[in-house]
């Protein structure tokens, strides 16, 4: 006979056993209500949840029509904004772009084609990123070294025809989607790397050339480029460094962050460094504010002709395809 202990250990295996069960079925289809609520609350993640394995398409297409509805109204909201940081909008975003292909797959077999294909891109997508960050060479300062790996995400993210090759194979509908499926892992990463960064200089002020060297003056300075989705920290940290004694930033930098942060507020920029790329795969700054002394004002911190600059663009915008 088992002991009490004994007895008591194998009912407890049991219970686990149970519940690793239990964890591995495949949720079915709650309330609309219910659903959405799970969704916005971040109990459910869309990525991982199977449509198919839920029973969707199980019901008749009345049923899936109302049911969809019911969630995208929730979920969809008037406006769907990927430019924050937000998490409650971060979450809607992710779920919005799952939704969209819930609801334009006409079968089953459609979602578990597309559903699979973009399961695959997106494992592979965090294993890049994930190897870029393990890379890095290491500092002497650990802060330099958490700041080297976020810079690593950053520029993984950014990769763009190696993502874009990811989607090589995949069926019509999932490739159409990739991008602003990936989009989420990119909010996610700037906005964390952002957070970070904003924590750091509470601590240390600035990753200044002095104390941090070249390298991580310009790190940071990537990470407050691309904190497009945390303006007032773009606008605060560029204050910031126009008050630095010269020698500690680059110059450069500041203008570049400048132009970033006077587009953003919808403001003509000062140094012609933002712009966008056209159809015919040509790249043109945003307005800029006194168009004649424009040259004089790069020169004067070390930046290159404005003709020059567009220049280095050629090759890097799309042609739009007709």
């Known amino acids: 006979m088992k002991t009490a202990a004994g007895l008591r250990r194998h009912l407890g295996l049991l219970c686990a056993a149970l519940v690793v069960s239990c964890a ?54 008037t406006r769907l904004d990927s430019d924050t940081c937000d998490l409650n909008e971060r979450r809607r975003f992710a779920a919005v772009m799952w939704l969209v292909v819930v609801q334009q797959s006409a079968e089953a077999e459609t979602w578990r084609a597309n559903y699979t294909a973009l399961r695959r891109a997106l494992l592979a997508h965090d294993e890049l990123v994930s190897d870029a960050a393990a890379k890095i060479e290491p500092a002497q300062d650990a802060r330099v070294t958490e700041l080297r790996r976020r810079v690593a ?4 993210i950014r990769d763009l025809p190696r993502l874009d090759k990811l989607a090589e194979g995949m069926p019509d509908l999932s490739r159409q989607h990739w991008v602003a499926i990936r989009l989420g892992r990119m909010m996610a990463i700037d906005c964390d790397n952002t957070e970070w960064l904003a924590a750091q200089m509470r601590e240390i ?5 002095p104390r941090y060297g070249a390298r991580a003056n310009q790190d940071a300075w990537l990470l407050v480029q691309h904190a497009d989705r945390n303006k007032p920290f773009q606008r605060e940290t560029l204050a910031y460094l126009e ?5 500690m930033t680059e110059p450069r930098n500041i203008a570049l962050l400048f132009d970033r942060v006077a587009i953003g507020e919808g403001r003509m920029q000062r140094y012609g460094t933002q ?10 700054p945003h307005d800029v504010e006194n168009v004649a002394e424009l040259d004089a004002r790069r020169q004067a911190i070390g930046l290159m002709p404005m003709a020059d600059y567009i220049k280095g663009f050629d090759g890097i915008c799309p042609r739009a395809t007709k």
């Open 243 to 247: 008050k630095l004694p010269p020698g």
């Open 205 to 209: 002020g600035w990753f200044d050339i």
């Open 275 to 284: 712009g966008k790329c056209l159809a015919d795969g040509s790249w043109v």
């Open 153 to 156: 995400r950053d520029q993984a």
């Open 24 to 77: 591995s079925m495949p949720r079915p289809l709650p309330a609309p209500d219910v659903f959405s609520a799970e969704v916005l609350a971040g109990r459910l993640d869309l990525e991982h949840f199977d449509f198919e394995a839920a029973g969707y398409w199980k019901r008749d297409s009345t049923s899936r029509l109302v049911w969809l509805g019911d969630v995208q109204r929730a979920v969809f909201g």
